[in-house]
């Protein structure tokens, strides 16, 4: 009531979420989409509290652990990842956020459809990394799904003499 009150304005409220944190990455469209892998998010102790905020983010290297997981809550947020991805219609390459309950129920948090593509900081390419497909073939399947998806042959745009190089 005081929010209301002090901004005369509508508020919203939202139950905090202190499960566990996933980001699933994700490349293509439609039912091509597949998820790339499932990222813990962890943070230490040292790291701003309960939430994987922006200075958390920045500061990963001290704040977070990352974990590939693969667990069955894991692979219902990969579920889920994918249901959202391809029901909002998202496309190419992107991550998908997922937080659990205080009953380890996956929530959906937010979608990231235009990720970050920094080589060493963005969690996309985290997840790649850590799954094993360098920079490079992340960035080729990316390119090959926009093609595939708006039809166009990928030597009109000179996308495999890039590749060669």
């Known amino acids: 009531m005081h929010?209301?009150?002090?901004?005369?304005?509508?508020v919203l409220v939202e139950s905090f979420l202190p499960g566990r944190e996933f980001t699933v990455g994700i490349i293509g469209?439609?039912?091509?989409?597949?998820?790339?892998?499932?990222?813990?998010?962890?943070?230490r102790e040292n790291a701003e509290p309960d939430v994987y905020s922006y200075l958390n983010k920045e500061r990963y290297e001290d704040?977070?652990?990352?974990?590939?997981?693969?667990?069955?809550?894991?692979e219902k947020a990969k579920e889920m990842a994918l249901t959202v991805w391809r029901g909002l219609g998202c496309r190419d390459a992107g991550r998908v956020d997922i937080r659990c309950d205080m009953n380890g129920i996956p929530n959906f948090m937010e979608v990231n459809p235009l990720a970050g593509l920094h080589p060493r900081h963005s969690d996309l390419c985290i997840?790649?990394?850590?799954k094993g497909m360098p920079y490079r073939d992340l960035i080729e399947?990316?390119?090959?799904?926009?093609?595939?998806?708006?039809?166009?042959?990928?030597?009109?745009?000179?996308?495999s003499a890039c590749l060669r190089r």
């Open 63 to 74: 704040s977070v652990e990352y974990l590939l997981a693969n667990d069955p809550m894991a």
């Open 29 to 43: 469209s439609g039912t091509d989409a597949l998820a790339i892998g499932v990222l813990e998010v962890i943070l």
């Open 141 to 159: 399947a990316i390119m090959r799904s926009a093609i595939s998806r708006v039809h166009v042959d990928e030597y009109d745009l000179g996308f």
């Open 127 to 130: 997840i790649a990394r850590m």
């Open 3 to 10: 929010l209301l009150l002090t901004h005369n304005q509508p």
